[in-house]
């Protein structure tokens, strides 16, 4: 059996990874202008990088928005699109070894993917996401460039952004700590520092992202909630979640590939 190649193609971001066996191999992400040159820029690099011919991938499975721009075999080989919220779902439980739980995708904007079993879909989303950041940063800081911001946040202080239910009340409310939030960005002031006000946009758009998945999962049982996409690299992740699994009881789970796990679903799709 030859290497089944998932590919998931984003306006300007392509992740790749290669399936070979049940094992994923390699998985690479690629940047460039628009989604066929970074869907060929990664496949060409995934080939070159791990000595892989043409000949030994058996089939390419094609997911994501950029997909939409691709109306042919890549290299001639055989190539086919899946739909981007199985492969979210079929990738999270793939990578967390989870039945079930509550797929967040993280990426310009949000979605939720209901996982129980077999019975893989999508539930809803947001459009709070990577997106918002980027967009907010370019105001904010005159920068999209999300490795900057997050090494900005890393310098400041929520408490002097967020108001806690500890500023307005002297005691705990029963289920919510002193250290709960009552307002994003409800105690900023004109002198704010810029660190402190970026630590409050990547706190504002996660802990929102978390807390409406937790909403979203109501009704479901569900208490395993999966995070994919780029935005689970930024290291407020393991600050901001760790909290919120305190306040509602549940698990945010980060995997290994976290970035790549829709790429992943992609080449699981693929039905001998």
């Known amino acids: 059996m030859g290497i089944i190649i998932g590919i998931d193609v984003g306006t300007s971001t392509t992740k790749i990874v290669g399936l070979h066996d049940g094992i994923v191999a390699a998985p690479e992400c690629i940047r460039a202008t628009d989604p066929v040159t970074s869907l060929y820029g990664a496949f060409g690099k ?4 791990n000595k892989v011919s043409l000949g030994d991938v058996e089939h390419v499975m094609l997911t994501g928005v950029g997909a939409a721009y691709v109306d042919q075999p890549i290299y001639g080989l055989p190539t086919t699109k899946v739909e981007e919220f199985m492969s979210n779902g079929l990738g999270a439980r793939y990578e967390s070894q989870l039945d079930s739980m509550l797929v967040v995708s993280m990426g310009t904007g949000t979605s939720f993917v209901k996982v129980e079993g077999e019975d893989i879909r999508h539930i809803g989303g947001m459009g709070i996401g990577g997106g918002t950041l980027k967009g907010l940063s370019q105001v904010l800081f005159n920068t999209d460039d999300m490795k900057q911001v997050s090494l900005m946040a890393q310098k400041g202080d929520i408490r002097n952004v967020d108001l806690q239910i500890g500023d307005i009340c002297p005691e705990a409310i029963p289920g919510l700590p002193l250290d709960a939030t009552a307002s994003l960005f409800g105690k900023v002031k004109s002198n704010t520092s810029l660190e402190d006000i970026a630590a409050g946009l990547l706190c504002t758009v996660l802990q929102t992202i978390g807390s409406a998945t937790y909403l979203a999962s109501l009704g479901t049982g569900i208490r395993d909630f999966v995070l994919i996409g780029n935005l689970t ?21 980060i995997p290994q590939y976290a970035q790549f796990c829709t790429a992943i679903g992609a080449a699981l799709c693929h039905k001998p």
């Open 46 to 49: 995934y080939l070159f990088d």
């Open 233 to 253: 690299l930024l290291p407020q992740c393991r600050q901001v979640f760790p909290p919120l699994e305190e306040l509602y009881k549940v698990r945010f789970l």
